[in-house]
Nanobody, 127 residues
Framework: QVQLVESGGGLVQAGGSLRLSCKASGRTFTRHTMAWFRQSPGKEREFVAGINWIGSSLSYADSVKGRFTISRDKAENTVYLRMNSLKSEDTAVYYC????????????????????WGQGTQVTVSS
């Protein structure tokens, strides 16, 4: 089991930037596929971005392409989500997730792949 702790959320004006971090602990983290999801009040949890364990395969939701960047630092056991040009519709609780299942990046959006989740960090974008 992998334990995940997110940080870096906060209040930012529209057009601003934030970087979220997800620190992992536990065995075999370095071979996990990692992803960020988000959930707004009254909405389903939705996929934001995913990255494979060597960082060579990435996937993004259409709504964040060109604005968000996912990356990982295996030495630090940390995954990042750099968010630029933030919009009010990006307001949500952001969750980090880890999957031990190797799969195509086309499947990274599937919540059922992920066996470990963090507690979430709030991102609020004011317009």
């Amino acid at each position: 089991q992998v334990q995940l702790v997110e940080s870096g959320g906060g209040l930012v004006q529209a057009g601003g930037s934030l970087r979220l971090s997800c620190k992992a602990s536990g065995r075999t983290f370095t071979r996990h596929t990692m992803a960020w999801f988000r959930q707004s009040p009254g909405k389903e949890r939705e996929f934001v971005a995913g990255i494979n364990w060597i960082g060579s395969s990435l996937s993004y939701a259409d709504s964040v392409k060109g604005r968000f960047t996912i990356s990982r630092d295996k030495a630090e056991n940390t995954v990042y989500l750099r968010m630029n040009s933030l919009k009010s519709e990006d307001t949500a609780v952001y969750y980090c997730a880890a999957s031990s299942i190797e799969t195509s990046s086309r499947a990274y959006y599937k919540k059922e792949l992920y066996g470990s989740w963090g507690q979430g960090t709030q991102v609020t974008v004011s317009s």
